[in-house]
């Protein structure tokens, strides 16, 4: 007679397809620092960009799938951790920051703290609105900074103004992480809903904006969402203040 083995707890189950794509993502986040090492900075950008990719479509998969697990959470955390608050810190360092002595040395770990501040305060509020986030999320942070290296390599920048520029984006980005602005998360974009045709032009010209230059196309799509959340949050709290001041208009005149 053979014997039943125990259920195991949804909590321990382990769901490999999700995972697959969190351990790829852990693992470009591993071959941009190795990359970063050796000067191969392109290489590093490219593999930070691909972690990003991967750790977008595993939350998707496993949402798509009913693969959700709690295994699969903390992995994703932990996968993210080093793909998106190791990895970027020291690629800009190992490209710039290093020439600011122990100053860029405190730039690169302060990023560092604030992406795992940032998860940690993720992963504590589960009832975050689903449309927004509070703070910048860790891979766009992350997508600063690598584009950032990109542009630089890509264009042999360098000199007093595009070192300082990259070690202030650094700490902005990492500030932004742990700050109370909101952020358009997406999550409410429907992949299978109809696409209209001004959108469908939209995505073509994307496509075209990135073949011709990458560097610049993601280095101005992560500075155009870096900025995003300070421009809605002050738009939101003016209409607000604004309704607030015809309300108590209309009730002075009456």
């Known amino acids: 007679m053979v014997k039943a083995l125990p259920q195991r707890k949804s909590g321990g189950v382990i769901y490999i397809l999700p995972n697959l794509f969190t351990t790829a993502s852990l693992f470009a986040g591993f071959y941009a620092i190795m990359s970063s090492r050796s000067g191969q900075f392109e290489a590093a950008c490219i593999a930070l960009l691909a972690a990003m990719v991967m750790d977008m479509l595993d939350g998707r998969i496993a949402r798509m799938t009913n693969t959700t697990s709690e295994f699969g959470s903390e992995y994703d955390s932990l996968a993210d951790m080093v ?25 690169a770990f302060l990023f560092l703290a604030c992406a795992a ?33 990109w542009v630089g390599y890509d264009n042999e920048l360098g000199g007093l103004l595009y070192n300082y520029a990259a070690l202030i984006l650094c ?23 109809h696409m ?31 900025v995003s959340g300070p421009l809605l949050d002050g738009f939101e709290s003016w209409r607000v203040s604004k309704a607030d001041k015809s309300a108590g208009d209309s009730s002075g005149d009456a």
């Open 83 to 107: 793909s998106f608050g190791v990895t970027p810190a020291l690629v800009l360092y190992e490209w710039v920051l290093f020439e600011f002595g122990r100053v860029g040395s405190i730039a």
């Open 196 to 226: 209209p045709f001004v959108a469908l032009i939209g995505v073509v010209l994307i496509v075209a904006l990135i073949a011709v230059d990458p560097p610049i196309f993601f280095l101005g799509l992560a500075i155009t969402y870096l």
């Open 117 to 149: 501040l940032r998860l940690a305060r993720f992963n504590t509020h589960s009832g975050e609105e689903k449309r927004f986030f509070s703070g910048m999320p860790s891979p766009a942070a992350a997508a600063v900074l690598g584009s950032m290296v």
């Open 171 to 193: 700490v902005v980005s990492a500030l932004a992480m742990v700050s109370s602005v909101k952020y358009r998360s997406f999550k409410d974009f429907d992949l299978k809903g």
